[in-house]
């Protein structure tokens, strides 16, 4: 079948053919356009299955056409999700309103035709129904957990001593699980070095390092490739590069160590993979070993259950801002697509506070004595 430049059947603009259920074979033309604009963004199939899927149920739920909705109509389909004995999460809920919201997007745009089309084909048009005032708020506004805080300093050094002690102590007592510790111990400290995501920490190869040519002292460790960083909704992951901080500088020695012989190479299977972190039996550690890890270790620690792998990475936002960069950097540096998203990592401590506010009014009393 043959389609017309913007997208419509062309066996629903020939005028001497009756359509049997006319409707039905509008929408479904509408969806299979829908899918081919999604393709044609790169838009990953299982988001596009997902969207689908999302406008199909919301069709059946007001069991009426495209060209029919209104505004009220997402009103009581997100109402019923939320009213429910088991309610929808705030993410599901924007996903919904999002899959619908984009869907009317597309139909509405004159470049695809189908508003001329539907208007002279049922006497109506359709048009967005999901607004600002309608629509759960945008991620970046809650996108911190209640609960979710970074590490305070002394949380973190007791971290960090608990789990370099537990290195000792499996070596000492000729465990072979001391090597697998070491692994996660470094781990650690590249993960709040670099402010990285979990999956961007098990995704890291021995290959993502690189110098930076103004620092010549970090040698090949002036910054971290993340070729797996975290992607917007329906896209492929990202890539961003993180330079290494004057303030994390230790990094460099930690990264020398493990990619020597002493270091990453002990693993049998490091010659099998360019993995940064090889196990003992595979080719890759997994997001779930690191998070059993880090529990265990935490718990050793006797540090409160609401600090988690993420945790780290609040810590290295807040940190840079507490040592005086520019936020945009960090923002740059943690691959935040909005600077809200920034400010919510953000948990300086009240030291730093007090000594802010103390520089301010030292910059603004000192002219007026001088």
């Known amino acids: 079948m043959q389609r017309l430049p913007w997208s419509i059947p062309s066996v629903l603009t020939d005028g001497d053919i009756s359509l049997f259920r ?20 790169g838009l990953t199939t ?11 149920r919301f069709q059946a739920f007001t069991n009426d056409y495209p060209w029919k909705w209104r505004a009220h109509d997402v009103d009581e389909y997100l109402a019923s999700l939320r009213s429910r004995e088991k309610p929808v999460t705030l993410t599901t809920l924007r996903s919904y309103s999002s899959a619908v919201r984009i869907f009317c997007a597309y139909i509405t745009d004159s470049r695809y035709g189908w508003v001329s089309y539907c208007e002279q084909a049922f006497g109506d048009i359709p048009s967005q129904i999901c607004f600002e005032w309608n629509s759960p708020k945008h991620a970046t506004d809650d996108a911190a957990p209640e609960g979710r805080r970074p590490f305070t300093r002394n949380e973190l050094q007791t971290f960090f001593d608990t789990v370099d002690d537990l290195v000792d102590q499996e070596f000492a007592a000729g465990s072979k699980r001391w090597l697998p510790a070491l692994r996660d111990s470094i781990a650690f400290k590249v993960c709040y070095a670099y402010g990285l995501r979990r999956r961007e920490l098990t995704m890291l190869e021995t290959v993502d390092f690189g110098p930076n040519p103004h620092v010549p002292a970090y ?35 930690l990264l020398g160590f493990w990619l020597s012989d002493e270091g990453r190479a002990r693993f049998p299977t490091a010659d099998r993979t360019l993995s940064l972190w090889p196990s003992e039996r595979a080719g890759r550690l997994d997001v779930r070993s690191f998070d059993r890890s880090f529990q265990s270790v935490r718990e050793l620690a006797g540090l409160p259950e609401k600090l ?43 030291d730093f506070k007090h000594k802010t506010v103390q520089q301010m009014i030292t910059r603004r009393t000192t002219p007026r004595e001088q």
């Open 22 to 41: 006319a409707e039905d074979r509008v929408l479904e033309a509408m969806l299979d356009g829908w899918r081919s604009q999604m393709l044609a963004r």
């Open 46 to 56: 299982q988001w596009i299955k997902s969207s689908a899927s999302i406008v199909t």
């Open 219 to 253: 040698k090949g460790f002036g910054c971290a490739e993340v070729r797996f960083a975290k992607g917007t909704s329906g896209s492929g992951p990202r890539r961003r590069t993180v330079l290494t901080s004057p303030e994390f500088d230790w990094v460099v020695e």
């Open 308 to 350: 988690t792998m993420h945790s780290l990475r609040h810590s290295y936002v807040t940190h840079q801002i507490e040592a005086g960069y520019d936020p945009a950097f960090v923002q740059e540096q943690v691959g935040h697509t909005y600077a809200s998203t920034t400010g919510l990592y953000t948990h300086v401590s009240n």
